[in-house]
């Protein structure tokens, strides 16, 4: 079986990687540089399949690819590809979810860690000279004293709970799809807000929770309370998020995520006291980026193969077709 592949704009600086993976399928993969838009359908040509990162892949796209089997997403959400369109023309969605379950679970670690215990602020305190003025840090509580609420248990969930439980006196989950590990509790969305010291964001960005965390929710959290997203972006309305900030609502929040990246300078987070914001960097360390890449040529090809591949995102609809 022979197949081709093309990488859209994944900006790696080549396709090494991809074609080393493919090859052992018979699949080839060739570089087509970074292209958005219509000059996506072109630059695919005849290709069996593509490779995208950032790129949006839209129903006209998809319509006007006409040779597409399977569209492959560099990373865990697949917002930026048009499913159903996908689906429609049957054309396989595939994602690579398993690649930095540890990464991202420890950057949520660290950010949970650097916000209760104020890591910035302190920092900020010895820069400007002012060593003994620690007490503008206050409060801070230790965290065998306070309860972390997680919003989705899945891998990287479940991964957050083994690094953070023997920290917190208690812990506590919503996620209406699966049961959480043994020594959390289920509980429901509201009162998760509202009993949480630390509310760490853990679940994929869809219709239903685009703005999950709305100002009723942020209203609804402690005073001293923290927000953790390592997710995406949307989950978030980060124009409520700052105006809480601003207003002391809640004790702080930290980012990896935003509804726009790299933001604007008016974006309403810009400036927002006790806020840490990362650039995107909780799936990398230099192995993970590997691993992505492998795998999701590999599984590409794979299905161009007609095998077997774990992480099919729309595989129910396109069999229910």
Same mark, same amino acid.
């Given at each position: 079986?022979?197949?081709?592949?093309?990488?859209?704009?994944?900006?790696?600086?080549?396709?090494?990687?991809?074609?080393?993976?493919?090859?052992?399928?018979?699949?080839?993969?060739?570089?087509?540089?970074?292209?958005?838009?219509?000059?996506?359908?072109?630059?695919?040509?005849?290709?069996?399949?593509?490779?995208?990162?950032?790129?949006?892949?839209?129903?006209?796209?998809?319509?006007?690819?006409?040779?597409?089997?399977? %569209?492959?997403?560099?990373?865990?959400?697949?917002?930026?590809?048009?499913?159903?369109?996908?689906?429609?023309?049957? %054309?396989?969605?595939?994602?690579?979810?398993?690649?930095?379950?540890?990464?991202?679970?420890?950057?949520?670690?660290?950010?949970?860690?650097?916000?209760?215990?104020?890591?910035?602020?302190?920092?900020?305190?010895?820069?400007?000279?002012?060593?003994?003025?620690?007490?503008?840090?206050?409060?801070?509580?230790?965290?065998?004293?306070?309860?972390?609420?997680?919003?989705?248990?899945?891998?990287?969930?479940?991964?957050?709970?083994?690094?953070?439980?023997?920290?917190?006196?208690?812990?506590?989950?919503?996620?209406?799809?699966?049961?959480?590990?043994?020594?959390?509790?289920?509980?429901?969305?509201?009162?998760?807000?509202?009993?949480?010291?630390?509310?760490?964001?853990?679940?994929?960005?869809?219709?239903?929770?685009?703005?999950?965390?709305?100002?009723?929710?942020?209203?609804?959290?402690?005073?001293?309370?923290?927000?953790?997203?390592?997710?995406?972006?949307?989950?978030?309305?980060?124009?409520?998020?700052?105006?809480?900030?601003?207003?002391?609502?809640?004790?702080?929040?930290?980012?990896?995520?935003?509804?726009?990246?790299?933001?604007?300078?008016?974006?309403?987070?810009?400036?927002?006291?006790?806020? %840490?914001?990362?650039?995107?960097?909780?799936?990398?360390?230099?192995?993970?980026?590997?691993?992505?890449?492998?795998?999701?040529?590999?599984?590409?090809?794979?299905?161009?193969?007609?095998?077997?591949?774990?992480?099919?995102?729309?595989?129910?609809?396109?069999?229910?077709?």
């Amino acid at each position: 079986m022979s197949g081709r592949i093309v990488v859209i704009d994944a900006s790696f600086g080549s396709v090494d990687v991809e074609a080393e993976a493919a090859a052992a399928y018979g699949v080839t993969i060739e570089g087509a540089g970074d292209v958005l838009g219509p000059a996506i359908v072109e630059a695919a040509g005849t290709a069996d399949g593509v490779l995208v990162r950032y790129g949006r892949i839209d129903a006209d796209v998809i319509a006007g690819s006409t040779g597409w089997r399977v %569209i492959g997403r560099y990373g865990v959400g697949v917002d930026n590809i048009d499913l159903e369109a996908a689906t429609a023309h049957g %054309i396989a969605v595939v994602n690579v979810p398993d690649y930095c379950v540890e990464e991202v679970a420890e950057h949520a670690a660290a950010l949970v860690l650097a916000s209760t215990r104020k890591l910035p602020q302190a920092q900020k305190l010895v820069d400007t000279g002012r060593w003994n003025d620690w007490e503008e840090l206050r409060p801070v509580r230790p965290l065998s004293a306070c309860t972390l609420g997680l919003v989705g248990i899945g891998r990287i969930g479940g991964e957050v709970v083994r690094l953070l439980a023997p920290f917190f006196g208690r812990v506590i989950a919503f996620d209406p799809a699966q049961a959480p590990p043994a020594g959390v509790e289920q509980v429901g969305l509201d009162e998760l807000f509202a009993e949480a010291d630390v509310v760490s964001l853990h679940c994929p960005l869809t219709p239903s929770t685009q703005n999950l965390v709305d100002a009723a929710k942020l209203a609804a959290m402690k005073p001293d309370s923290v927000l953790v997203n390592v997710s995406r972006g949307g989950l978030v309305d980060t124009a409520a998020l700052g105006d809480a900030l601003r207003a002391g609502a809640i004790g702080g929040a930290a980012l990896d995520v935003l509804p726009q990246e790299p933001p604007d300078p008016d974006d309403p987070l810009v400036g927002a006291p006790n806020l %840490i914001v990362t650039n995107h960097i909780a799936w990398y360390s230099d192995a993970a980026l590997v691993t992505l890449r492998r795998l999701l040529a590999a599984r590409c090809s794979a299905y161009l193969n007609g095998e077997p591949v774990p992480s099919i995102v729309n595989a129910r609809e396109l069999a229910a077709r």
